[in-house]
């Protein structure tokens, strides 16, 4: 969506029925406003002006509703709007009251009308803001907007303001109508779904704009993925949430869906899968439209797919929406973690409506029973309900040749439109009809069965074709369709780039790596463009780094031809464009492409991730990507090997898991002959491979303990010839961490003399009482409280120092007792204690509670979970990847040191994450803060997404065992305190008091 939400603001005029207001631009040259602010009358004109131009254009009208009061209006595109992009719908879904987001509407009200002269005013802007509540006004049929800030004396200066475009988080989600007057602060606001349902609308606004409108939940937006800006490119036409195409076949299980959604339970999840181009995102497209389209009084779904880079993850938001929710997540045997934290949300505090959840995923024998389960102990719906999607149900009985012709009559449909909504330019053609002349489709009814992807791919082909001589020229449709492609992005480019300076393939290459590596945020889309530049040109020695202000144009040229639909910093190409485009570049680049950008600097952790991810799934269909990416892995085993064994296990199949583990052993196994491989690297590499797979030959059910923990430390751990030479991780029913981690030689020295001194104080006091006690009066039975004094207080040691206990009326009352015994013992020398010195009742039991504390963490510091501070520099093989020829510099040896003790925290607990789950420790390719002090000492807070600003404003995180108990516990960091590099433990966050809870939770 172009253009900002002020800039949307209109001002409409018809002098001649002496009327004035606002409207709210839709697209270029189509303005939405109250029909009693144009009074259009019977000539149908009104004057129309935006926020850049200084003049009135005049303006018809399109449609018009006396009964809704709304009129649609067309002016000049080029006069009005130019270069705004389509809006987009939505209504409000949400009912939690402390989680409303944000409404605003600009308008002209009177109060604003200015003199700037004597015999000139002018009508001013103004921004007003509020909060609405879903079910107020809803009898009425009207939001109810609740003004934030000022507000005019007088009722009437809101003239003006009627026709205004209300908006929620960019979402266009009604029209300002009226001010109640019986409330100061309260506008009236037509909700869109009310003109949707008007009889012409939403066809008039297709035709203006080659998009039919089609709600989506704007309160809910920061959490999905939103449906694509309509362009003249392969990718959109292709992608099926632009709905081009009918959908066709699996009316059976559209049903089933249909049925699963409507079942009493308040919350589910099911698994759709089918081979890639089944229809799968299509199928739940439609299901969705279905749903939140019902006829009469039955209540509306709404819903839309998961983003996988929400702008917040907040999905308790989803827990108390006032509509039935239908969410799917796309691809999800790579986006497990995100799907527990959904679920866990979900089966929590639960009062709103239904929720249910799909996951689109191409299998589900490896990932799903483990999921399953886990989603089983939460209570988490029925979980019984599973939906495959085969190729020949998407047929549905119909003839490759039927959908190739229905195929090829949408797709010249909606060029067409596209092309009248101003889309493209004055090099398209004008020749874009439905019954272009077979190339590609020639004897299609004899063609194999296919996925209906590939039907749809050759009718679009033939389109493109009949309307670019050029493209005919192509054999392969699919040729056809990237070379359509590589002309969208090369337009986009001529408009962003100094003139002749655009490379088309360079832009392919860019648009790949855009493609394999994304980018959450601008770091990363300047790390992405960085590399895929690098990589292109590779080979001509060492240059002067690129110019950032071209890098920074390449970057502004990507995210315009694909801009984000969540909160990334961009999109991407879509599949299976995408994955043939790779293909070309692969093969352009003499099978170089993939192995370089992997191993790239400029790349994070979480982009190779996700390029080898891309990969993997690409080379199902196409295998001979994956020797590039394999031979990267074997290059750098330490780096690339864990994230490579958590892309297979998690998100391939059993067969193609097999393959690529089979690939990367040899590719491994032929980098480790090379005379500088290191051996002992190549060792622990082959290692994990093999159990590896042995997971996924002999048990798919445990991988979740393989994926859930870092490969590198696994992997470190078949070196150690002792395993128990090390600690372990701390066991998933801790509760409390005790104390840090790690500790310095001087405080290991003082508190274990502490320990040592109260060991010889527990055994000379009874032995005191014993020497001065007569035989005769039984003294001899003091010698016995000698060792079990002893005993006692060593027991306490080892056990509260070796593990941690969560019972508390045991944690109580042994060292309690403990105490009370030695006091006892204490006591029975109080004829023979100093008169001056304070009564042995009060001094014993300090001195005792005192140094069984000193000596239960001196046993925690030798035997239990602290270690020792390392003075060596060498880091557990994997944590670190450092380049050849650096090791011997001292800021490398600093920098080894510094993740040695990082490896370290790497063994702590998250903060949030379910100890009983499948993920309590932290992930290699994330990033972490420690927390200090405070209830949550000794836990790790998960800060992957937070930018610099949030770390350093700190955080307040939920807990019970805080001052207030369900309150909150601030933490923050020391201002000049270093960050170590990401991922992993980068810095640390301090306790700095608690808050109660607030009163709205």
């Not at 004035?20 to 144009?38: E, N, R, S």
């Not at 991730?609 to 295998?623: D, I």
């Not at 490579?644 to 690939?663: F, I, K, M, P, S």
């Not at 005191?768 to 000698?786: E, Q, R, Y």
Request: proline share 7%.
């Amino acid at each position: 969506m172009g253009g900002g939400v002020d800039l949307r603001t209109v001002e409409v005029s018809n002098q001649h029925q002496d009327s004035y207001g606002t409207g709210v631009l839709i697209a270029p040259g189509l303005v939405l406003t109250a029909q009693h602010v144009a009074c259009p009358g019977q000539d149908g004109i009104a004057a129309v002006r935006d926020m850049v131009s200084s003049a009135f254009t005049e303006a018809t009208v399109v449609w018009a509703s006396p009964e809704l009061d709304a009129v649609l209006l067309r002016a000049d595109r080029s006069r009005v709007g130019a270069g705004m992009g389509i809006v987009r719908w939505g209504e409000l879904v949400g009912g939690a009251p402390g989680r409303r987001p944000v409404c605003s509407m600009t308008g002209f009200p009177k109060a604003m009308r200015r003199r700037i002269s004597a015999h000139r005013d002018v009508d001013d802007l103004k921004t007003v803001e509020g909060t609405i509540a879903p079910h107020t006004g809803s009898r009425s049929k009207l939001y109810a907007l609740e003004v934030d800030g000022a507000v005019p004396r007088q009722a009437k200066n809101w003239q003006g303001l009627s026709g205004a475009g209300v908006f929620c988080n960019g979402v266009l989600i009604g029209l300002a109508r009226l001010v109640d007057r019986e409330w100061d602060r309260v506008l009236m606001v037509l909700p869109l779904s009310h003109l949707l349902d008007a009889d012409g609308f939403t066809e008039a606004v297709a035709a203006h704009t080659g998009m039919t409108p089609r709600l989506q939940p704007a309160d809910l937006r920061p959490l999905l993925d939103n449906a694509p800006d309509p362009t003249l490119s392969s990718t959109y036409l292709l992608d099926p949430r632009s709905r081009v195409t009918e959908l066709t076949g699996v009316g059976r299980l559209f049903q089933r869906i249909e049925q699963w959604c409507k079942s009493p339970a308040l919350v589910d999840v099911a698994p759709v899968t089918g081979l890639g181009g089944t229809g799968k995102s299509r199928l739940v497209t439609d299901v969705l439209h279905r749903l939140t389209t019902f006829p009469g009084t039955q209540r509306p779904w709404s819903g839309g797919f998961l983003a996988e880079h929400p702008t917040h993850t907040d999905y308790q938001v989803l827990a108390a929406a006032s509509y039935p929710l239908l969410l799917a997540v796309d691809l999800a045997e790579t986006r497990l973690q995100q799907i527990r934290d959904l679920m866990t949300a979900l089966a929590g505090q639960h009062d709103g409506a239904p929720v249910r959840v799909l996951l689109l995923a191409r299998g589900h024998d490896t990932w799903w029973p483990a999921l399953r389960g886990h989603l089983r102990t939460r209570n988490v719906g029925l979980l019984e309900h599973a939906f495959a999607l085969t190729p020949d149900d998407a047929l549905g009985g119909q003839t490759p040749e039927d959908i190739y012709v229905d195929a090829k009559g949408a797709f010249a449909r909606r060029i067409r439109l596209l092309r009248q909504a101003g889309h493209g330019d004055g090099t398209w053609p004008d020749r874009v009809v439905a019954d272009a002349p077979r190339h590609h489709g020639a004897g299609i009814q004899h063609a194999p069965r296919q996925p209906v992807i590939y039907h749809h791919i050759a009718a679009l082909a033939d389109v493109l074709a009949h309307a670019n001589p050029e493209f005919a020229l192509k054999d392969h449709p699919m040729e056809v369709l990237l070379a359509n492609e590589v002309e969208y992005v090369r337009r986009i480019a001529e408009a962003r780039l100094p003139h002749g300076t655009v490379d088309d393939k360079l832009l392919r290459t860019l648009v790949t790596t855009q493609f394999l590596a994304g980018a959450r945020t601008a770091r990363d889309g300047q790390a992405a463009v960085r590399a895929g530049f690098d990589v292109h040109h590779r080979g001509y020695g060492t240059t002067a780094p690129p110019d950032a202000r071209q890098l920074a144009a390449l970057d502004d040229v990507l995210t315009a031809a694909y801009p984000a639909t969540d909160g990334s910093h961009w999109g991407a190409v879509g599949e299976p464009l995408a994955a043939a485009w790779l293909a070309e570049v692969e093969t352009d680049s003499g099978e170089e492409f993939i192995e370089t950008l992997l191993q790239h600097n400029s790349l994070d952790t979480e982009q190779r991730h996700q390029t080898l991810s891309t990969v993997a799934r690409a080379a199902q269909e196409q295998p001979r990507l994956a020797a590039g990416a394999h031979r990267a892995v074997a290059a750098d085993p330490e780096l690339l090997l864990p994230l490579a064994a958590q892309t297979v296990t998690a998100e391939l199949g059993t067969d193609h898991a097999r393959r690529w583990l089979n690939g990367i052993e040899h590719a491994v196994a032929a980098r480790a002959a090379a005379p500088d491989a290191d051996p002992a690297i190549y060792r622990r590499a082959s290692r994990l491979i093999s159990e590896a797979q042995e997971r996924t030959t002999a048990d798919r059910d445990d991988l979740e303990e393989l994926i859930g923990a870092s490969l590198t430390q696994q992997a470190d751990a078949l070196d150690q010839p002792n395993p128990d030479a090390h600690p372990t991780a701390p066991t998933t029913d801790s509760q409390l961490v005790l104390v840090k981690p790690q500790t310095g030689w001087l405080t290991r020295t003082f508190v274990t003399s502490l320990g040592l001194c109260h060991l010889v104080l527990v055994a000379a006091v009874p032995m005191a009482v014993a020497l001065t006690t007569s035989a005769k009066d039984d003294g001899w039975v003091m010698w016995f409280f000698v060792p079990i004094n002893m005993g006692i207080h060593l027991t306490v040691a080892s056990v509260f120092g070796g593990r941690q206990l969560g019972t508390i009326a045991f944690s109580w009352i042994v060292p309690l007792f403990a105490i009370a015994l030695t006091t006892l013992s204490g006591l029975m020398l109080d004829q023979r204690w100093p008169p001056d010195w304070p009564p042995p009742w009060l001094l014993c039991p300090v001195l005792f509670a005192g140094g069984l504390t000193a000596l239960t963490f001196a046993w925690r510091i030798s035997f239990g979970q602290l270690q020792e501070m390392p003075r060596s520099p060498s880091p557990p093989a994997g944590t670190l990847r450092t380049p050849p020829g650096e090791l011997s510099s001292p800021m490398a040896a600093d920098e080894l040191a510094r993740m040695n003790r990082r490896w370290e925290l790497l063994r702590r607990r998250v903060y949030g994450a379910d100890p009983d789950g499948n993920h309590p420790f932290p992930l290699p390719w994330r990033t972490y803060a420690a927390l200090i002090g405070g209830p949550l000492d000794g836990l790790l807070l998960d800060i992957t997404s937070w930018t610099k600003d949030e770390t350093d404003a700190g955080t307040a995180l939920s807990t019970e065992r805080g001052r207030f108990p369900g309150g909150r516990a601030r933490y923050a960091p020391h201002p000049d305190e270093p960050r170590a590099p990401a991922p992993g433990v980068t810095c640390c966050l301090y306790y700095a008091g608690d808050i109660p809870r607030p009163a709205a939770e």
